[in-house]
């Protein structure tokens, strides 16, 4: 069984910078076609896709947060991290991680089919 | 970026009815399309993805399919636990993009 757990700061102030980690369990991350996925809400607001990182290193990066984001992994320890540079109020949100897997079945699927219960992040002075 | 617009962004219905949400992208997306429920305590749920193949314990009530640009997801016989929030996503290129949402409510 796949789960997930955000763990963040809760609070912090405008300009600095936000850590987030994914502690996961039911799959590695050094595992051929495994992922996670960063998926972030603003309170009454939708869902907006940040970054994901994957099984070979490989990372894909929202262009919408320029070059903000940072993802990374320890793959020892079953966690994924999130870091957002330079924080503003627009920042506030609830953060997800989520389990995202890789298909190919003739054509390239990914799936994230497991999310964690998201973080509560506030930017605030 | 791929627009995701989803419709209708509220749905009251009674329970046992029969519903359909429709996610229609601002361009071709070849069949990567997933469908996720949210509840208002924050849990995220997914339920559908490429289109039609449902994730592992979703009740068979729940179904997806697509005609032309059109992509739905019908719940068949509404049942106590399936008011919430609705979103579809689409994989088939980055940055992944999410529809604003559909508010099933009970009528």
């Known amino acids: 069984q796949v789960t997930l757990k955000e763990s963040g700061p809760g609070i912090l102030q405008p300009s600095h910078t936000l850590s987030l980690t994914c502690s996961f369990s039911?799959?590695?991350?050094?595992?051929?076609?495994?992922?996670v996925s960063w998926i972030r809400q603003p309170s009454g607001k939708g869902l907006e896709w940040l970054a994901s990182?994957?099984?070979?290193?490989?990372?894909y990066n929202n262009p919408s947060l320029k070059s903000r984001l940072t993802v990374s992994k320890d793959t020892s320890n079953n966690q994924a991290f999130l870091k957002v540079t330079s924080v503003d109020t627009a920042d506030t949100a609830t953060y997800y991680c989520?389990?995202?897997?890789?298909?190919?079945?003739?054509?390239?699927?990914?799936?994230?089919?497991?999310w964690g219960q998201g973080a509560s992040v506030t930017v605030s002075s | 970026d791929i627009q995701m617009t989803q419709s209708p962004s509220s749905l009251p219905a009674s329970l046992g009815e029969r519903v359909t949400i429709i996610c229609r992208a601002s361009q071709g997306i070849s069949n990567n399309l997933n469908w996720y429920q949210q509840k208002p305590d924050g849990t995220i749920k997914p339920l559908i993805y490429?289109?039609?193949n449902l994730q592992s314990g979703v009740p068979s009530s729940f179904s997806g399919s697509r005609s032309g640009t059109d992509y739905s997801l019908t719940i068949s016989s509404l049942e106590p636990e399936d008011f919430a929030m609705y979103y579809c996503?689409?994989?088939?290129?980055?940055?992944?993009?999410f529809g604003g949402g559909t508010k099933l409510e009970l009528k």
């Open positions: 039911g799959f590695s991350l050094s595992t051929y076609g495994m992922g």
């Open positions: 490429y289109t039609s």
């Open positions: 989520a389990h995202t897997r890789l298909y190919n079945i003739g054509t390239t699927v990914y799936v994230m089919d497991a």
């Open positions: 990182i994957w099984w070979n290193g490989n990372t």
């Open positions: 996503q689409q994989d088939a290129s980055f940055p992944w993009t």
